[in-house]
């Protein structure tokens, strides 16, 4: 019963260095997100992957990327990571892609870049 | 511009007590209303998903309300419980994206 899986929980970045993100599902789910959450914000989404294959950008892409590895996993790398990425870092699944389906959320991981 | 606005930011109630939390938006075309709970370090919840002729959805002990013509959702909660404390998330679907509210922050105190 994990759902959505997300590693690791916490990460502190030197600004420079580089990290990726893992998340992996198992309800056989055809969209993957990632999400990001500031102070005051609402969650804004980086990247998205509508079906094994594929991806597309978001809203906030900018500084990062991403890897549909397979059908259950879906990865975010940030090449040269910055303070102004410190943020809160969900993924999420959904059976197919569009707005009339359930999303389920991971965990996060909470990301600071110092 | 899309914007969803909940009110109030934050809350605090005694166990047992009622809530009602509010949701307004902007969004245009709408194609559902979801309403989320996010415990402390964890991620969103989904508690209930509305589309637009849907009027009331319930949830146990979690009702949220609909009214499309005034862009207007509502989420009571009944009887609290200590476990009720949280962040509230309103979300309005706008053609093939999610635009999330700031959520209303709740505790429940003994």
């Known amino acids: 019963n994990a759902g959505v899986t997300q590693t690791p929980k916490f990460q502190v970045l030197k600004t420079g260095q580089s990290m990726t993100l893992q998340c992996a599902q198992d309800m056989n789910h055809n969209s993957m997100y990632w999400y990001r959450q500031d102070p005051g914000m609402g969650l804004r989404l980086i990247y998205y992957?509508?079906?094994?294959?594929?991806?597309d950008k978001g809203e906030v892409p900018n500084g990062y990327n991403v890897s549909r590895l397979n059908k259950r996993e879906f990865s975010l790398r940030l090449e040269s990571a910055a303070p102004s990425q410190t943020s809160v870092y969900f993924c999420?699944?959904?059976?197919?892609?569009?707005?009339?389906?359930?999303?389920?959320f991971g965990s996060g991981t909470r990301l600071t870049v110092v | 511009k899309n914007q969803v606005e909940q009110s109030p930011q934050s809350l605090i109630i005694l166990e047992g007590k009622n809530c009602t939390l509010q949701c307004n938006y902007t969004v245009s075309p709408f194609s559902n209303l979801r309403w989320y709970k996010q415990d402390t370090g964890r991620g969103p919840v989904s508690l209930t998903i509305?589309?637009?002729?849907?009027n009331t959805k319930s949830n146990g002990r979690y009702t949220a309300t609909l009214d499309a013509d005034t862009k207007q959702s509502s989420l009571h909660i009944t009887a609290s419980q200590l476990s009720d404390s949280a962040s509230y998330i309103c979300?309005?679907?706008?053609?093939?994206?999610?635009?999330f509210g700031t959520g209303t922050l709740l505790a429940v105190q003994p």
């Open positions: 509305m589309t637009f002729s849907e």
């Open positions: 992957s509508a079906s094994e294959g594929t991806t």
């Open positions: 999420a699944s959904s059976e197919a892609p569009g707005v009339s389906y359930g999303y389920t």
């Open positions: 979300v309005v679907s706008v053609v093939d994206k999610l635009i």
